[in-house]
């Protein structure tokens, strides 16, 4: 029987290996985006390149833009604020807000 490897719960930080541990938050995305339909594939990219799905994930139209919020935990503020630049890279991607709570 072949056996599939299991992803890690959390991948290790390799910008801060030692304190990646201390640094963990529950990271919050708020981003405003024009309503195109592949945007939602282009945000959430940015997770599944490091192999993450983000815990909760909500959708709303504003007009003719998208109030896309997300939530990842384990995540570094460093980690998130690379993602989030990565994000607001994208020319339909208005801003990128960050907020983040320590891990109990």
Known sequence: M???PTAPA???DHWHPRTAQLQA???QF???AE???????RLLAFFAQLQLVPHWLEVNRLGDDLLVQLRQPGLTPHRAEVIAQKMRSLVSVSSVELAHSPVP
């Open 30 to 32: 708020a981003i405003v």
């Open 2 to 4: 072949l056996s599939l």
């Open 10 to 12: 959390s991948r290790a």
């Open 35 to 41: 309503a195109e339909a592949d945007i939602l594939g």
């Open 25 to 27: 938050c529950d990271m």
